[in-house]
Nanobody
Framework: VQLQASGGGLVQAGGSLTLSCVAS????????MGWYRQAPGKQRELVAL?????NYADSVKGRFTCSRDNAKKTVYLQMNSLKPEDTAVYYC???????????????WGQGTLVTVSS
């Protein structure tokens, strides 16, 4: 399974960006898809994760929306009212099983850089 993320870039504070991530390859089940981010000098943190419900980090609630298209094995992150502190590398995440009866595991995309200027 490979995850290909896109949509990052440079935006001014208050602006918007939409990230996309598509999964390719064979996977039996997808339990969750979502996004994490890692700012310089900081640990990777959860941004939004969509399973039966979607959970958001407190810092992005009301500004970011995570959605999935299961048929396309794609997850999106609509980011509005961006702030300089949202600057980070955003990583797509998929949690699922590669084959029937297989162990659940995490898959990661390569990351896409989001830079928010003040």
């Amino acid at each position: 399974v490979q995850l290909q993320a896109s949509g990052g870039g440079l935006v001014q504070a208050g602006g918007s960006l939409t990230l996309s991530c598509v999964a390719s390859g064979t996977i039996f089940s997808i339990n969750a898809m979502g996004w994490y981010r890692q700012a310089p000098g900081k640990q990777r943190e959860l941004v939004a994760l969509s399973s039966e419900r979607t959970n958001y980090a407190d810092s992005v609630k009301g500004r970011f929306t995570c959605s999935r298209d299961n048929a396309k094995k794609t997850v999106y992150l609509q980011m509005n009212s961006l702030k300089p502190e949202d600057t980070a590398v955003y990583y797509c995440n998929l949690f699922g099983a590669p084959i029937a009866g297989g162990f659940l595991r995490n898959y990661w995309g390569q990351g896409t850089l989001v830079t928010v200027s003040s």
